[in-house]
Nanobody
């Protein structure tokens, strides 16, 4: 099982980025997993940004990103996305995608400990 996150980079405040996370592997079914996006800034704890249910019909967003970030998934492509708009300098962090293969159909796990598989992270830097 491998989760490969991409799409990070350097952007000015107010700009946008779209992160992607592609799943690969045999023993794990992407479409049966809830997916989450987390971020970790230097010196800070990892925090959840967004989560999406197995079907993609339900989503969760941290209060700090509501209205600016959107997560979606394409189960046919085994990929989950995070569209980030109106980025702020304080959102500079390494962004991680993660998978919870034990989530219920409508589950939106919010704790990092709920997720079994993690991507390697992609750096997002927002300049002021």
């Amino acid at each position: 099982v491998q989760l490969q996150a991409s799409g990070g980079g350097l952007v000015q405040a107010g700009g946008s980025l779209r992160l992607s996370c592609a799943f690969s592997g045999r023993t794990f079914t992407f479409s049966r997993s809830a997916m989450g996006w987390f971020r970790q800034a230097p010196g800070k704890e990892r925090e959840i940004v967004a989560a999406i249910s197995r079907s993609g019909l339900s989503t969760y967003y941290a209060d700090s990103v509501k209205g600016r970030f959107t997560t979606s998934r394409d189960n046919a492509k085994n990929t989950v996305y995070l569209q980030m708009n109106s980025l702020k300098p304080e959102e500079t962090a390494v962004y991680y995608c993660a998978a919870d293969p034990q989530a219920i159909l409508t589950g939106l796990p919010k704790l990092a400990s709920s997720y079994v598989y993690w991507g390697q992270g992609t750096q997002v830097t927002v300049s002021s």
